[in-house]
């Protein structure tokens, strides 16, 4: 199967578990539709995917890792809802349709948000596939990736960086907590539920550093050269929110040159974690190259 | 001891706790500051208060159960400072001090809520005084008890019936999730830690029940003839703000009289479950007369 089908495949496959998760444990009304947009307003359900090729990599089955992947897509849906508020990032289209609050309002969307952060937790405590101690690790590695020395905390760094001039460490420092915990979650979620060895654990564990920041620098880098039709939001909106990015404190070409770097070491990692020969050479490849 | 010493001796333990996990699970800046902020501006820790009363009661350590105690706690801040937010309740003032988004901004206020959220799952995932089955357990309670299900539902029903004149029965759904389910969290998280009988969590759970809606009511109550130095808010702002009450619907005597009904079902329940004395019937009488 090409890469293309594939991410087809098992976005439909992310989905559907979504929406069933979504009508099982919400019930109809304002807050149900809300959350329902979000959900249903799609996206590369890039975190799940990299879950799902993992947890294969590794020899997990599909049934067991779709909950956990899904719980995933939860939180990153949660914090996309929670960033385009007014007084966050104050954006009123995502993906081509209007941000939650616009369709909304911006209670609804603050209370969608919550009502998907505290479901991300609850699909895996209740999750039939996993056994007591899987939850209990998931639950906490999840939470530590998004909460207050993760995504929150990245998220909050990242607004006071705005218009102050940062350095190389501290832009890596924000995207590690702002994005790139949430995919090293997505990587060690998927090895861990697969039974990898310690050693195979350390190998990815560098990996989905590496691939956290791969996908960094390339947002960065298609905010300078994307097109914005392609890439769902005005290309060089990161100069105009006077945001620290690659290109800027690396010039353009320095930044494809990390960028190269940083996929070099992931497939490194791959190898020597002896996963090379399957889907996630491929996904390395697709996020380090993506147009959008 | 008095129960008023009781309370205060609870309320410093759990203060003492939950500045702890803060100190432990955050760093330092702006987004530990605005948590540690609604932390320390205190309030009764009336969850958490219940819930050690009912572990002690069944026989379960203060140890055991008080990572527990603090996480309720922080869902109960996280839901204060997010329900405080211009967009939601738009209140300035809470206990006192000025809310999270008057002291800090709206977008940090958004986030220590987000952080406490997921906080709370963790500290319980992580927490060293729990078997794996009790960790599992109570994450799923409290998740449900504060999502779509639960709190944030009833904060959505409740926004959505301001400014409209509900009926006896509606009135009582919002509060039942809105503030209902955590309060009864409390009751059952410690009934099941100190590994109360079926019979005495089926008792345990009407009595929790009947808590829920004397709190209310007597919210409610206060809001006509309370003190606005004493409850810490504008007393009739119900009113002000359109919102249905006991005493709206059943007159001031007829909201008395139903109050009084309920704390005859939760003292009877008390005594079924065999745990008539403890503080848990000092603290049903107290919540039924409080002035604030």
Do not use: C, W
């Not at 209007?98 to 969307?109: G, L, M, Q, S, Y």
């Not at 190998?203 to 994307?226: H, N, P, R, S």
């Not at 914005?228 to 404190?249: C, F, M, R, W």
């Amino acid at each position: 199967m090409q890469l293309s089908e594939y991410l087809i495949e098992k976005r439909q496959l992310i989905n559907k578990q979504l929406q069933l998760f979504v009508r099982d444990y919400t019930v109809p009304g304002r807050l149900q539709d809300s959350i329902m947009y979000s959900i249903e307003a799609g996206g590369k359900r890039l975190r799940p995917v990299l879950l799902l090729a993992t947890a294969k990599a590794f020899g997990a089955s599909e049934e067991k890792v779709l909950g956990v992947a899904s719980a995933l897509e939860m939180v990153h849906t949660y914090s996309l809802i929670h960033d385009d508020l007014p007084a966050m990032d104050d954006d009123d289209m995502r993906r081509g349709l209007p941000t939650n609050h616009k369709r909304f309002d911006e209670a609804t969307a603050i209370l969608a948000g919550d009502a998907l952060l505290a479901l991300s937790s609850q699909v895996i405590a209740e999750d039939a596939h996993l056994n007591d101690r899987e939850r209990v690790f998931l639950i906490s590695e999840l939470t530590k990736a998004s909460g207050a020395r993760g995504m929150v905390e990245g998220q909050m760094q990242d607004m006071l960086s705005e218009n102050t001039q940062v350095s190389l460490e501290v832009l890596e420092s924000i995207h590690r907590n702002k994005t790139g915990q949430l995919l090293k979650f997505s990587i060690m979620a998927g090895a861990y539920l697969g039974n990898a060895s310690e050693e195979a654990l350390s190998e990815m564990k560098e990996m989905a550093e590496a691939l956290g920041l791969i996908f960094q620098i390339q947002d960065d880098i298609l905010d300078v050269t994307g097109d914005s039709e392609v890439i769902g939001k005005p290309a060089g909106s990161d100069e105009g929110n006077h945001k620290s990015t690659y290109p800027q404190l690396l010039g353009l070409e320095g930044a494809i040159d990390q960028k190269e770097r940083y996929v070099q070491i992931a497939l490194q990692a791959l190898t020597k974690a002896g996963v090379e020969q399957t889907r996630l050479a491929e996904l390395i490849q697709y996020l380090s190259t993506r147009d959008h």
